[in-house]
């Protein structure tokens, strides 16, 4: 992928998705259940849905809500960070800062902050507030504009939505438009006792839809693709004219979209090997 917003140099780097992986990105659903094994690439996806809504609403506010404070900052956050300097070479004070007042330089968010204790900051001005469901609260104090729920199997979806949930609100004149604005995404693996509630939302999803928005999505990147390759002012005209009402369309379709992802245990063989 083409180096992003986020990113603090123009290089590039070539990354290899899994089918579940790649699948998302193409899908980019408003509700996203995505249901996985263990090692299958669920941290990879929160970062990249991290840096997709850093380029898509900047000087926004994200929630990244779990049970508990300890779990996101011990397990869930260094995870998210790792791929954000291992993957896409971001770099701590530079892209981001963590759990501190941002410098003066970086993009000033939509809504202001006054306390960093559970925030990280980015140079596009995005906040990714961390909130949990064993603080009665915590999430209320934001006006967050998406919601990313890492091991949701140990959240208890009436908290999510009597509290977080409502806590989606606000910039509607700047996002509205968008599938991202008010997007709630929900990652775990399928061990535990709680985990009723996430395999039951496997009905919302239209696999009839989610067929017609990737291929949809294909063929605007088919068309981007000539875009790129042509000097002819008037063949990029044509191919953007030809994009403009694709593209449209499938922001409406996303917005509304509810999508289970239910990824197989065999797709990250590459990285883990047969014994695994």
């Not at 140099?9 to 899994?18: A, C, G, P, R, V």
Request: aromatic share 10%; charged share 25%.
């Amino acid at each position: 992928f083409p180096s992003h917003d986020m990113r603090s140099n123009s290089d590039e780097k070539i990354i290899h998705l899994t089918k579940s992986q790649a699948l998302l990105k193409l899908v980019n659903p408003n509700v996203c259940y995505a249901l996985w094994p263990r090692a299958a690439g669920k941290t990879h996806a929160i970062g990249d849905r991290v840096e997709h809504l850093s380029e898509t609403m900047p000087r926004a506010q994200i929630l990244l809500f779990s049970d508990t404070f300890k779990r996101l900052e011990e397990r869930i956050v260094p995870n998210i960070l790792g791929y954000f300097q291992n993957e896409i070479g971001l770099i701590e004070n530079e892209d981001f800062v963590i759990f501190k007042k941002p410098p003066e330089h970086f993009d000033k968010p939509i809504t202001p902050l006054k306390v960093y204790d559970h925030v990280i900051t980015f140079s596009s001005g995005l906040s990714l507030c961390l909130a949990s469901q064993a603080v009665p609260g915590s999430a209320n104090a934001y006006n967050a504009q998406a919601m990313i729920v890492d091991e949701a199997k140990y959240c208890k979806e009436e908290i999510i939505n009597t509290e977080a949930l409502p806590a989606l609100r606000g910039a509607y004149d700047q996002f509205g438009q968008l599938p991202e604005y008010r997007s709630h995404w929900y990652f775990t693996d399928k061990y535990g006792e709680n985990i009723s509630w996430l395999l039951a939302k496997k009905h919302l999803s239209n696999e009839k839809k989610i067929k017609a928005i990737t291929t949809l999505a294909i063929e605007i990147i088919k068309l981007e693709e000539k875009v790129k390759a042509t000097n002819s002012t008037h063949q990029q005209y044509k191919y953007l004219h030809q994009i403009k009402p694709l593209a449209d369309l499938l922001q409406r379709a996303r917005r509304e979209l509810v999508f289970y992802s239910d990824a197989t245990p065999y797709e990250n063989l590459n990285n883990l090997g047969e014994k695994y």
